[in-house]
């Protein structure tokens, strides 16, 4: 498993309020976390940081078994981003500075040729394979619950004055609902987890064909994805983690 990590504070804002962090266990594990805060005076980062820290801290701890199985990789996501919730919840009630702050979560699990992805909010994971590129994850958005409606079009949601409206985050509320997909990599394909500062400004097809792009190593394709939502503007924080497996057995995968 080979990895890339790489967040830029953008073309319009003056604090990153992005986190991002990518692990290997000694028993094999991979782990990866995209969090995207929210917040006035700053509380954004904290929020995102606190998450990055528990999911991080929980899973060195729990996820050290050579033989995790599915189920309990399930599991332990879940566990970990409620916990994260918790912290972040916790800290915004005691603290009048930190009130209402909150984050998006993506986070993935890797073993074996085997994903698990855990989700709350609007950052996304796609898998990019050779036929194509494929939104793994679902938007906790007020657009996105318009367009499942039949209210607007994927067009007209693109360009909604309410399209930054999240629907769910991490530290908002006392309980959070996480979603948990699973999926496979196969040989030379990509995960890509990433905040909406990526995907406000570059389409899928332009994601696509940087990422299968022959003779760039994967820092400079995570680097490539960066300039991209720059020179479309970077009207927001952009941070980009690929996850690449060299030498993988296709295996089936399941959602749910």
Request: proline share 0%; glycine share 8%.
């Amino acid at each position: 498993m080979i990895t890339a990590n790489r967040s830029d504070v953008g073309r319009i804002r003056h604090i990153n309020e992005d986190r991002s962090w990518v692990g290997q266990l000694d028993n094999g594990i991979t782990l990866a976390i995209v969090a995207d805060g929210m917040g006035g005076h700053q509380a954004g980062d904290v929020a995102s940081q606190l998450a990055v820290n528990t999911f991080r801290d929980m899973l060195e701890k729990s996820a050290s078994k050579a033989d995790l199985s599915m189920q309990e990789g399930k599991m332990l996501i879940r566990q970990a981003l409620v916990m994260a919730n918790d912290v972040v919840y916790d800290m915004a009630s005691r603290n009048e500075q930190y009130y209402n702050m909150g984050t998006t979560i993506v986070a993935a699990l890797y073993k074996e040729q085997q994903l698990i992805i855990g989700h709350i909010g609007d950052s996304r994971a796609y898998l990019i394979t050779a036929d194509g590129i494929a939104q793994l994850t679902e938007d906790h958005t007020l657009v996105n619950e318009l367009v499942k409606s039949g209210q607007i079009s994927i067009e007209e949601a693109a360009h909604h004055p309410r399209r930054n409206v999240i629907t769910r985050a991490v530290g908002t509320d006392a309980q959070v609902e996480v979603d948990i997909y699973t999926a496979a990599l196969s040989d030379n394909d990509v995960l890509l987890l990433c905040s909406d500062g990526l995907t406000n400004m570059v389409s899928d097809d332009e994601m696509l064909q940087t990422v299968r792009e022959d003779g760039l190593g994967l820092d400079d394709k995570a680097d490539r994805l960066i300039q991209l939502a720059l020179q479309a503007g970077g009207d927001d924080n952009i941070t980009v983690v690929l996850l690449q497996e060299e030498g993988a057995v296709l295996r089936g995968g399941d959602n749910g």
